[in-house]
C-alpha cells in the first residue's frame, strides 16, 4: 500500500523567507510523486512532479522538490516566498503501474506574512 | 496538460434532492476520475470512469448514491443523489493525460441545506 504524509497543518513564513513543506512517502516500489496547489476556490494545479527521471525537480512559480529514496522523501522547496504563493499544497503519490490510484496527503495550508 | 472545465461551478441545495455535476475535457483521454474534498480534508477518490463500460468506485462510494456517466472520450457526469448536509463538499473531476499524470478541473462547490 501507498501513502503519503505531510507533517502539520499550517506553515507560515514572511514575504522573501524560505518556504520548505515536507513530504514523506510510504510504497513498496519507487513511486511516482507529484506536489500540487490548490489557490482559494480553485481547483487543484500541477506544480510539479518525479517520474523517475532527475532527482531535483523543477516546476512552475520558482518551486522546486529533491526526491530522496533514502529518506523516503520528497519536500517542496522555494527560496523566496511571495503573497501569491499563499494556498494549499497537497503532495500525492501514485505506483509506477497501470490503474494505479493517486493517493494524496491531507495538504498543508502555506501562509505568507508582508 | 489538458483544459477541464466543470458545471455548476457551485451550487446551493436542499437535502433529498439530486445534483449533476459535468465534465468536459478539450481532448479525448481514456480515464477520467472523480474526487470528492470535504471541508478543510484531503481528496478521496469517488470513482473511475472509462468509456463504454461502468464506472469503478471506491470502497465507502456505492453507484446508487453516486451514479457516474461516461458517454464518450470527453465528458463524463457525476450525480449526487439524495442528498444530506454531509455531502456538502467540493467535488472535482480530473484525467490522466501525459502518462501517469493527473490534470483537475475546477471543482464544483456544492452546499446542502
Known amino acids: 500500500a501507498q501513502s503519503v504524509t505531510q507533517l502539520g497543518s499550517h506553515v507560515s513564513v514572511s514575504e522573501g523567507a524560505l518556504v520548505l513543506l515536507r513530504c514523506n512517502y510510504s510504497?513498496?516500489?519507487?513511486?511516482?510523486l507529484f506536489w500540487y496547489v490548490q489557490y482559494p476556490n480553485q481547483g487543484l494545479q500541477l506544480l510539479l512532479k518525479?517520474?523517475?527521471?532527475?532527482?531535483l525537480v523543477k516546476g512552475i512559480n520558482g518551486f522546486e522538490a529533491e526526491f530522496k529514496k533514502s529518506e523516503t522523501s520528497f519536500h517542496l522547496t522555494k527560496p523566496s516566498a511571495h503573497m501569491s504563493d499563499a494556498a494549499e499544497y497537497f503532495c500525492?503519490?501514485?505506483?509506477?503501474?497501470?490503474?494505479?490510484?493517486?493517493?494524496f496527503g491531507k495538504g498543508i495550508t502555506l501562509s505568507v506574512r508582508p | 496538460s489538458a483544459v477541464i472545465s466543470q458545471k455548476p461551478s457551485r451550487d446551493i441545495c436542499q437535502r433529498g434532492t439530486s445534483l449533476t455535476i459535468q465534465c468536459q475535457v478539450d481532448?479525448?483521454?481514456?480515464?477520467m476520475f472523480w474526487y470528492r474534498q470535504q471541508p478543510g480534508q484531503s481528496l478521496t477518490l469517488i470513482a473511475t470512469?472509462?468509456?463504454?463500460?461502468?464506472?469503478?468506485?471506491e470502497s465507502g462510494f456505492v453507484i446508487d448514491k453516486f451514479p457516474i456517466s461516461r458517454p464518450n472520450l470527453t465528458f463524463s457526469t457525476l450525480t449526487v443523489s439524495n442528498m444530506s448536509p454531509e455531502d456538502s463538499s467540493i467535488y472535482l473531476c480530473?484525467?490522466?493525460?501525459?502518462?501517469?499524470?493527473?490534470?483537475f478541473g475546477p471543482g464544483t462547490r456544492l452546499l446542502v441545506l
Open positions: 510504497s513498496s516500489v519507487p513511486p511516482y
Open positions: 518525479y517520474t523517475s527521471a532527475a532527482t
Open positions: 480530473s484525467v490522466e493525460r501525459v502518462p501517469e499524470t493527473q490534470y
Open positions: 481532448s479525448q483521454v481514456t480515464m
Open positions: 470512469a472509462n468509456q463504454g463500460s461502468e464506472a469503478t468506485y
Open positions: 500525492a503519490v501514485r505506483h509506477t503501474g497501470a490503474n494505479s490510484k493517486l493517493t
